[in-house]
């Protein structure tokens, strides 16, 4: 379950559940600790969404007769800034371990263009990442530059 804190006494927490033809999102409205409203978006595919739980949040508040015209309007910014922060933080710590690659096999190229796609994929594969039909074909020195181009836009 993803929290996303709205204010000193507001929070809407999030989950992700499969089902037999798909999954669904789960927003729940907390008030006081206490769940006051939810609501529920059945996928069969994966989202594309700005951040994960965009589309529920958003159904949520807008259904709900629990928070002011004013929340309603900044809730959504809120919770956009939580979760793209959560995502950069997300994105750095996958930059920072793909770099361990060259520490770990510090005098063999290809076994660090191997860890460095490795961790990528694991981190990102379900986040749009697509590694190239020919990935197998390309030249170690081609394959390092692109990794080394994806890990300077993780870190950036």
Same mark, same amino acid.
């Given at each position: ?7 000193? !006494? ?17 927003? $729940? ?6 769940? %006051? ?5 059945? $996928?069969?595919?994966?989202? +594309? ?10 159904? @949520?508040? !807008? ?6 015209? %004013?929340?309603?309007?900044?809730? #959504? ?12 933080? &997300? ?15 510090? !005098?063999? &190229?290809?076994? &660090?263009?191997? +860890?460095?796609? %490795? ?12 590694? #190239?039909?020919? +990935?197998?074909? @390309? ?7 692109? @990794? ?9």
């Amino acid at each position: 379950m993803i929290n996303f804190k709205m204010n000193k !006494n507001i929070a809407i927490a999030c989950e992700s559940k499969s089902s037999r033809s798909g999954f669904n999102h789960f927003a $729940y409205l907390l008030i006081d600790k206490e769940e %006051r409203d939810k609501a529920k978006i059945h $996928y069969i595919n994966r989202t +594309w969404e700005e951040y994960d739980f965009q589309s529920v949040i958003e159904k @949520l508040i !807008n259904k709900t007769f629990l928070l002011t015209p %004013r929340q309603k309007v900044i809730f #959504p910014k809120i919770a956009k800034k939580i979760a793209n922060g959560e995502i950069k933080q &997300q994105f750095k710590t996958i930059g920072t371990i793909t770099k361990m690659g060259e520490i770990f096999h510090a !005098n063999n &190229q290809k076994a &660090q263009n191997d +860890w460095k796609a %490795r961790i990528l994929k694991a981190g990102l594969e379900k986040k749009g990442l697509i590694m #190239p039909d020919d +990935w197998e074909e @390309l030249s170690e020195d081609t394959k390092q530059t692109r @990794l080394d181009a994806v890990i300077k836009q993780l870190a950036d």
